[in-house]
């Protein structure tokens, strides 16, 4: 049963990993893009990491200068039971003292550790943004090339119809204004030529009739 689900698991698994290559294929750009988006998921993870680790850090300096502040408050009260005599007083000095300088030592071991800790988060968040900022960059290099070969893609498809047949598409860009113009103009001769023989007519009357004269 177990080696059953194994199968199955690594059967969706690798159906998953087939689409997306495939959707990688058909739009390189938007998978890119989700790639980014997880990565920078990732880096505003660590970002908090680094935010609590600070705080972590302040939280023990704070806790440790308590300790040390009761640990130095209880020698003082010792020495002054022991002067006053005071024997059980004395006793509890001490064993607070003790304690509390004990405590110090931990809180100043750990401090060390999270002081520790946090530069190397530190260290690791900046090179994450760095790698982020690199590929936000690459990215764009790659739209810009991408955005090249469609346009000369577009270009070649408008130019070259067909390997024989160079900038058919403007030869029939052409012949069609070329068409265009003649029926305009033929239909511009139609209608101004009854004006026009109008024209000539009048003339060549005025003209016979100065003649006559």
């Given at each position: ?10 059967s969706i698994?690798a ?5 997306l290559?495939?959707k990688?294929?058909?739009n390189?750009i938007?998978?890119?893009n ?6 920078e ?5 660590v970002r908090?990491?680094?935010e609590r ?7 023990f300096?704070?806790e440790?200068?308590?300790a ?5 408050k ?7 039971a ?11 000095a ?6 509390y300088?004990?405590?110090a030592?931990?809180l100043?071991?750990s ?6 800790q946090?530069e ?8 994450m943004k760095?790698?982020?900022k690199?590929m ?5 290099e790659l739209?810009g ?20 047949k160079?900038?058919?598409r403007?030869a029939?860009?052409d012949?069609?204004?070329?068409d ?5 103009n033929?239909?511009y001769?139609?209608?101004t ?5 109008s ?8 003209q ?6």
């Amino acid at each position: 049963m177990g080696n059953l689900f194994t199968r199955l698991k690594d059967s969706i698994t690798a159906d998953l990993h087939d689409a997306l290559d495939q959707k990688e294929q058909k739009n390189p750009i938007a998978m890119l893009n989700q790639y980014l988006r997880e990565s920078e998921k990732e880096t505003e993870k660590v970002r908090k990491l680094v935010e609590r680790q600070y705080r972590l850090k302040d939280e023990f300096t704070r806790e440790y200068q308590k300790a040390q502040d009761m640990a130095e408050k209880r020698k003082h009260q010792a020495e002054i039971a022991r002067k006053a005599n005071e024997e059980a007083m004395y006793e509890f000095a001490v064993k607070e003292q003790e304690e509390y300088e004990a405590r110090a030592e931990r809180l100043k071991a750990s401090r060390a550790d999270a002081i520790e800790q946090l530069e190397t988060l530190e260290r690791k968040y900046e090179e994450m943004k760095h790698k982020l900022k690199d590929m936000h960059l690459k990215r764009m290099e790659l739209m810009g090339r991408e955005n090249i070969a469609r346009a000369h893609h577009r270009m070649n498809q408008v130019i070259e119809d067909s390997a024989d047949k160079p900038y058919s598409r403007f030869a029939e860009m052409d012949r069609y204004i070329e068409d265009l113009e003649y029926k305009v103009n033929s239909a511009y001769y139609r209608n101004t030529f009854d004006s026009k023989i109008s024209h000539l007519e009048k003339e060549m009357k005025q003209q016979d009739q100065t003649n006559l004269n």
